[in-house]
């Protein structure tokens, strides 16, 4: 089995496997009914940057602090002037609690 454990601090803290055998283990658990695959659009763009950062309440300053980038090159983000690279994408999902966030481009 293909297994990655994600840490935090030190602690075991997610488990992530390939779907095909998180369907296995459902089967093996007698889980009768199979869940299905996630969809894309499930997942907000990272154009809506700005509206997701506003319902978490953060401002411009508060959400480039925490992901380490100044507000300006935030702000060039969420108008669509820049392109963040994947380190920061995580960062901006981490901070906004978004899952699977990529660009849309």
């Known amino acids: 089995m293909s297994l990655q454990v994600i840490s935090r601090d030190g602690e075991p803290e997610y488990a992530v ?14 889980a009768v009914q199979s869940v299905a695959e996630p969809e894309s659009d499930e997942v907000p763009a990272l154009s809506r940057l700005s509206a997701l950062r506003e319902a978490k309440g ?9 992901v380490g980038i100044s507000p300006h090159y935030l702000k060039m983000i969420e108008g669509g002037e820049r392109e963040p690279d994947a380190a920061i994408q995580r960062a901006l999902a981490w901070n906004l609690g978004v899952e699977g966030w990529e660009s849309d481009s």
Do not use: E, F, N, T
């Open 58 to 66: 953060l401002d411009v300053d508060a959400l480039a602090r925490a």
């Open 17 to 30: 496997i390939p779907w095909a055998q998180y369907q296995a283990l459902l089967q093996a658990a007698g």
